[in-house]
């Protein structure tokens, strides 16, 4: 993880990952801000409670997740190769422990700088997320506000958020 620096209030500034993407990304999904699991291992959906992995092997159950302690870079190929990207709309916050409610002073990343050819739409994981859903309207794509993967979503069963996924996935042509 990248050592925290201090900001003008005091606070530890914290900041997130690179882009997974590729000019194959037909569509991208953008969370809030990587938990602290994710930052210590550098790596998206780290949490092990995180379902955001689970989600995508049910939606391609005939392609396997990679799986073990060495699999990360494996399974950044496995989703680039279903025309999915991964990022965040914050590139840097001052946040303690891993809620979206906890984030001060986030600073966005530049979402339009990616420069996607075949980009068809943008998923938001989860509310926080989706407060910018404004800025990625502009890229002219459709915008989705996806149920968040996070185990602080608890009010939305597995097979709920699955069957939301598996729409925009569906609706663009990756299944």
């Not at 550098?42 to 379902?51: G, S």
């Not at 989600?55 to 699999?71: C, E, F, T, Y």
């Amino acid at each position: 993880m990248k050592p925290p620096t201090a900001s003008d209030s005091g606070g530890a500034v914290l900041t997130g990952l690179a882009p997974v993407v590729s000019p194959a990304t037909v569509v991208l999904i953008l969370g809030s801000f990587p938990g602290v699991r994710s930052l210590e291992q550098q790596q998206y959906y780290a949490h092990p409670q995180n379902q955001f992995w689970k989600i995508l092997q049910a939606v391609w159950p005939r392609h396997p997740l990679p799986m073990g302690a060495d699999s990360y870079p494996r399974k950044k190929a496995w989703l680039l190769e279903r025309g999915l990207g991964v990022w965040d709309v914050y590139a840097a916050c001052e946040r303690e422990g891993s809620l979206d409610s906890a984030i001060r002073a986030p600073v966005a990343n530049d979402i339009a700088g990616l420069h996607l050819p075949r980009l068809a739409a943008i998923a938001h994981n989860g509310g926080e997320s989706f407060k910018h859903a404004r800025h990625t309207r502009t890229l002219g794509v459709p915008v989705y506000q996806l149920p968040s993967t996070s185990p602080a979503n608890a009010s939305w069963s597995f097979e709920r958020k699955l069957a939301a996924w598996r729409e925009v996935f569906v609706a663009h042509h990756l299944l």
